[in-house]
């Protein structure tokens, strides 16, 4: 029995707002430390405007192997007691609470900033002066050779803004701090005031690597509250273009890692089929990234059988082409000595900070909501959940590896038997005062979106979770004892997005 | 080694032709939209529908397509339901001036070559800076994608380097957040004269999706001179190799073009 049963949450399922518990501070606490504790995870933890002077803190569960989520909520006012201490991966959820609604979490060990903006989501008016953050107090290190080292936001290549502060030893580094919000755009303000056909294209932006993942997390969480039942081909059709968008990720990635230990031969070639699978985006969308296809009731575009014959027969050929390149790489002794043993997560570290993805099954945490929560087309066809246990640059490298071979099998299994059926439905209204959350597994890992709509069908609060949002920890807790010159292989083998943490 | 030649061997060259040929792009492709005056009825319908700017209506009541606001989406095309707005697979699109991306019939003023002086000094050898403030991360992939063996954006004497100090010009992405805007001025003050400004997307170019939204500036318009507005949602690789290329007018002419497309069949 779970403290949970009988809300009948599930990834994309809408239940009556009403149904959320109100729970007193100390009962809240309570139900959310005893649930971590026992298994459950934290999805989502966000504040939203109640009344001139309150803000209703909710949280969102989930129990992986059972599928379930929960959900439970509390009214604070300008301040309460932070679960932090208690659940440390709450940590950063806090810290952005603090942020977005401007209550303080009392007892937090570090209230920092997580964009560096005036709170958006906030029960009162802002104060005069808000919006202007005192300089964020980075960690420092003093001693005999110590010394630090400041990076970004603008970086040495083609890269989102970020700020890195080393504290280094010579060459080691004893920690990191990242700063990050330089691509805070205003997305969740944004998706709550705009009409949904603007909206998508806004979800579609979120992180413009992740394009199919962001808006089926859109469309699923409008889709449950508006009742819309997808067809069987719609859902084939998101499956499809969900899985492409990992190949070319994946496959860039591992190019990316070959690159920054200067082996060029894979950093070419797999740059080069990073981009087939954009084309393959491109033949079904138009778009390299699979913009304009992924909308509430469906898909913009069908994939009619010369299509899929002739994307099927490009995989094959894909698939023939990557084998002996990734053995190239990862069969090489000099490679493997590059990679091994640098930027170690433990699965300790992995299960205390919340981490999901990629990051995470490659240390042993086989977290995978295509497995775990299942929805669409992933509640009929399977993909193995691929797993590491190092937890370093090389199992990170090797999960993708194993993620690249399945997702080539399984689009090209799925092209073969695409279901008949319309490929779009009229999506209705949102119902009014329901909460729906909608999980993808993208393909950096869990992307997380809750919606919650007033007494009139409108959206009265829209979080957005990207994976990066917790696995920006990760990466900082992976860094110290690497050198300096092993953080961009490090930061690669995480490769999270800025924009998606930023919103 | 052995195995290396094999995969060498295997991955062959993989190169565009571009910029020679004409480049093929699947039938889906939405690259540059055309606007059909003939088929617009005036019936104002588009505006409620249209989730850009892409047709603004001008105070004499005419409808103008504004490329630099397109996000390129299907929506938009469908915003008019007489069919008045269609995408083409034109992919070349980039402007030397804000105007140019402005038109009232599909036909826009694209970007001219730069005067000699600066064709002398950046023609051969182009040293660009990436700034990204405030942008979703897709016209930097597309950015990265330059770099790649297809299209190779080297072979131009194009590169993208790790200083502004070394820079004839910054790329400038995304809708310029609070958060960045400190760090555009920066880059852009530290990045020796003469110097390009670049801007890319629809969100350096208006804001994009974000336009309106607190948290940004819109675009960099109103913080630097620019030289290159390259529109897209992102702008396809070759729309920014095409741009670069008019801009350094290194781009054969049409007539050459064309001619050459006959002769040479492009690779896909």
Request: proline share 7%; glycine share 10%.
């Given at each position: 029995m779970s403290r949970f049963d009988g809300l009948g949450l599930r990834n994309r399922r809408s239940i009556p707002w009403a149904a959320v518990p109100e729970e007193p501070m100390s009962g809240f606490r309570e139900s959310v430390v005893s649930a971590i504790r026992s298994g459950w995870r934290m999805v989502a933890y966000f504040g939203m405007h109640e009344g001139s002077e309150t803000t209703r803190l909710v949280a969102v569960l989930a129990r992986d192997e059972r599928g379930e989520l929960g959900a439970t909520s509390t009214v604070v006012g300008d301040r309460y007691p932070a679960l932090t201490p208690e659940c440390s991966e709450l940590h950063y959820f806090e810290r952005e609470i603090a942020e977005q609604c401007a209550v303080t979490p009392e007892g937090h060990p570090r209230l920092l900033p997580v964009r560096r903006h005036p709170p958006d989501h906030a029960s009162r008016p802002r104060p005069a002066g808000a919006g202007v953050h005192p300089p964020y107090a980075f960690s420092q290190v003093a001693g005999h050779e110590t010394h630090e080292v400041a990076v970004g936001p603008v970086h040495a290549g083609i890269i989102e803004p970020g700020h890195f502060r080393f504290q280094a030893h010579g060459e080691e580094i004893l920690g990191i701090e990242i700063m990050l919000g330089y691509q805070h755009r205003g997305v969740e303000t944004l998706l709550e005031g705009v009409e949904r056909d603007r909206a998508v294209l806004i979800a579609e932006s979120i992180a413009g690597d992740t394009v199919i993942g962001h808006a089926g997390a859109f469309c699923s969480a409008v889709e449950a509250l508006a009742r819309s039942r997808k067809t069987p081909r719609a859902q084939a059709i998101r499956g499809i273009a969900l899985e492409l968008e990992r190949l070319a990720n994946h496959i860039g990635d591992l190019g990316a890692i070959a690159g920054d230990i200067a082996y060029q031969p894979a950093a070419a070639y797999f740059g080069r089929m990073r981009g087939e699978c954009l084309n393959l985006l491109m033949t079904v969308s138009g778009n390299r990234y699979g913009r304009g296809l992924v909308r509430p009731g469906g898909v913009r575009f069908d994939i009619p059988p010369e299509m899929a014959k002739e994307m099927s027969e490009r995989l094959h050929g894909l698939r023939e082409e990557l084998a002996p390149v990734a053995n190239l790489m990862l069969d090489n002794a000099s490679v493997q000595s590059r990679l091994e043993g640098v930027g170690v997560l433990s699965a300790r570290q992995c299960l205390e900070l919340g981490i999901v993805g990629v990051a995470a099954r490659a240390c042993e945490v086989p977290r995978d909501v295509r497995h775990d929560h299942p929805y669409g087309l992933f509640r009929f066809a399977h993909i193995p959940v691929a797993t590491a246990w190092a937890g370093d640059v090389l199992a990170r490298s090797l999960v993708r590896w194993l993620e690249i071979q399945r997702s080539v099998d399984f689009v090209i299994e799925q092209l073969a038997g695409l279901p008949r059926g319309e490929i779009r439905v009229e999506c209705a209204g949102l119902r009014p005062s329901e909460l729906a959350v909608s999980m993808v597994e993208g393909w950096r890992g869990e992307i997380a979106h809750v919606a919650v709509t007033d007494d009139r069908g409108r959206l009265r609060r829209y979080k957005v979770v990207d994976p990066s949002f917790h696995n920006w920890s990760g990466l900082a807790v992976a860094l110290p004892g690497n050198q300096i010159s092993d953080f961009p292989m490090c930061n690669k083998s995480f490769n999270l997005s800025y924009a998606g943490h930023d919103l | 080694m052995l195995r290396f030649l094999k995969a060498r061997l295997r991955q062959r060259t993989r190169t565009s032709e571009f910029p020679r040929g004409t480049p093929e792009f699947p039938d889906r492709f939405r690259g540059r939209p055309v606007f059909e005056p003939s088929r617009?009825?005036?019936?104002?319908?588009c505006r409620a529908r249209m989730p850009s700017d892409l047709l603004q209506i001008t105070p004499a009541g005419r409808p103008v397509l504004d490329l630099g606001a397109c996000l390129f989406s299907p929506e938009e095309a469908e915003a008019c339901s007489s069919g008045a707005i269609r995408f083409t697979t034109e992919h070349a699109m980039a402007a030397g001036a804000r105007e140019g991306l402005r038109s009232t019939t599909g036909e826009f003023q694209l970007a001219a070559a730069l005067e000699r002086k600066a064709r002398a000094l950046f023609g051969r050898s182009l040293r660009l800076r990436s700034v990204v403030a405030g942008s979703c991360g897709g016209c930097e992939a597309e950015l990265t994608a330059l770099g790649n063996v297809v299209f190779d954006m080297a072979r131009f004497g194009i590169q993208f380097v790790a200083s502004p100090r070394h820079a004839d010009g910054i790329v400038i992405t995304g809708a310029v957040s609070t958060n960045m805007r400190d760090a555009v001025l920066r880059t852009y003050e530290a990045t020796p004269e003469p110097r390009l400004v670049i801007a890319v997307g629809a969100c350096a170019i208006n804001g994009g999706p974000f336009r309106g939204s607190p948290e940004v500036g819109d675009g960099v318009a109103a913080e630097l001179p620019v030289d290159l507005w390259v529109p897209g949602c992102p702008p396809h690789p070759l729309t920014l190799l095409d741009g670069l290329l008019r801009l350094l007018g290194r781009l054969p002419d049409p007539q050459a073009r064309r001619a050459a497309a006959e002769t040479t069949p492009n690779k896909r």
């Amino acid at each position: 029995m779970s403290r949970f049963d009988g809300l009948g949450l599930r990834n994309r399922r809408s239940i009556p707002w009403a149904a959320v518990p109100e729970e007193p501070m100390s009962g809240f606490r309570e139900s959310v430390v005893s649930a971590i504790r026992s298994g459950w995870r934290m999805v989502a933890y966000f504040g939203m405007h109640e009344g001139s002077e309150t803000t209703r803190l909710v949280a969102v569960l989930a129990r992986d192997e059972r599928g379930e989520l929960g959900a439970t909520s509390t009214v604070v006012g300008d301040r309460y007691p932070a679960l932090t201490p208690e659940c440390s991966e709450l940590h950063y959820f806090e810290r952005e609470i603090a942020e977005q609604c401007a209550v303080t979490p009392e007892g937090h060990p570090r209230l920092l900033p997580v964009r560096r903006h005036p709170p958006d989501h906030a029960s009162r008016p802002r104060p005069a002066g808000a919006g202007v953050h005192p300089p964020y107090a980075f960690s420092q290190v003093a001693g005999h050779e110590t010394h630090e080292v400041a990076v970004g936001p603008v970086h040495a290549g083609i890269i989102e803004p970020g700020h890195f502060r080393f504290q280094a030893h010579g060459e080691e580094i004893l920690g990191i701090e990242i700063m990050l919000g330089y691509q805070h755009r205003g997305v969740e303000t944004l998706l709550e005031g705009v009409e949904r056909d603007r909206a998508v294209l806004i979800a579609e932006s979120i992180a413009g690597d992740t394009v199919i993942g962001h808006a089926g997390a859109f469309c699923s969480a409008v889709e449950a509250l508006a009742r819309s039942r997808k067809t069987p081909r719609a859902q084939a059709i998101r499956g499809i273009a969900l899985e492409l968008e990992r190949l070319a990720n994946h496959i860039g990635d591992l190019g990316a890692i070959a690159g920054d230990i200067a082996y060029q031969p894979a950093a070419a070639y797999f740059g080069r089929m990073r981009g087939e699978c954009l084309n393959l985006l491109m033949t079904v969308s138009g778009n390299r990234y699979g913009r304009g296809l992924v909308r509430p009731g469906g898909v913009r575009f069908d994939i009619p059988p010369e299509m899929a014959k002739e994307m099927s027969e490009r995989l094959h050929g894909l698939r023939e082409e990557l084998a002996p390149v990734a053995n190239l790489m990862l069969d090489n002794a000099s490679v493997q000595s590059r990679l091994e043993g640098v930027g170690v997560l433990s699965a300790r570290q992995c299960l205390e900070l919340g981490i999901v993805g990629v990051a995470a099954r490659a240390c042993e945490v086989p977290r995978d909501v295509r497995h775990d929560h299942p929805y669409g087309l992933f509640r009929f066809a399977h993909i193995p959940v691929a797993t590491a246990w190092a937890g370093d640059v090389l199992a990170r490298s090797l999960v993708r590896w194993l993620e690249i071979q399945r997702s080539v099998d399984f689009v090209i299994e799925q092209l073969a038997g695409l279901p008949r059926g319309e490929i779009r439905v009229e999506c209705a209204g949102l119902r009014p005062s329901e909460l729906a959350v909608s999980m993808v597994e993208g393909w950096r890992g869990e992307i997380a979106h809750v919606a919650v709509t007033d007494d009139r069908g409108r959206l009265r609060r829209y979080k957005v979770v990207d994976p990066s949002f917790h696995n920006w920890s990760g990466l900082a807790v992976a860094l110290p004892g690497n050198q300096i010159s092993d953080f961009p292989m490090c930061n690669k083998s995480f490769n999270l997005s800025y924009a998606g943490h930023d919103l | 080694m052995l195995r290396f030649l094999k995969a060498r061997l295997r991955q062959r060259t993989r190169t565009s032709e571009f910029p020679r040929g004409t480049p093929e792009f699947p039938d889906r492709f939405r690259g540059r939209p055309v606007f059909e005056p003939s088929r617009c009825g005036d019936c104002a319908a588009c505006r409620a529908r249209m989730p850009s700017d892409l047709l603004q209506i001008t105070p004499a009541g005419r409808p103008v397509l504004d490329l630099g606001a397109c996000l390129f989406s299907p929506e938009e095309a469908e915003a008019c339901s007489s069919g008045a707005i269609r995408f083409t697979t034109e992919h070349a699109m980039a402007a030397g001036a804000r105007e140019g991306l402005r038109s009232t019939t599909g036909e826009f003023q694209l970007a001219a070559a730069l005067e000699r002086k600066a064709r002398a000094l950046f023609g051969r050898s182009l040293r660009l800076r990436s700034v990204v403030a405030g942008s979703c991360g897709g016209c930097e992939a597309e950015l990265t994608a330059l770099g790649n063996v297809v299209f190779d954006m080297a072979r131009f004497g194009i590169q993208f380097v790790a200083s502004p100090r070394h820079a004839d010009g910054i790329v400038i992405t995304g809708a310029v957040s609070t958060n960045m805007r400190d760090a555009v001025l920066r880059t852009y003050e530290a990045t020796p004269e003469p110097r390009l400004v670049i801007a890319v997307g629809a969100c350096a170019i208006n804001g994009g999706p974000f336009r309106g939204s607190p948290e940004v500036g819109d675009g960099v318009a109103a913080e630097l001179p620019v030289d290159l507005w390259v529109p897209g949602c992102p702008p396809h690789p070759l729309t920014l190799l095409d741009g670069l290329l008019r801009l350094l007018g290194r781009l054969p002419d049409p007539q050459a073009r064309r001619a050459a497309a006959e002769t040479t069949p492009n690779k896909r």
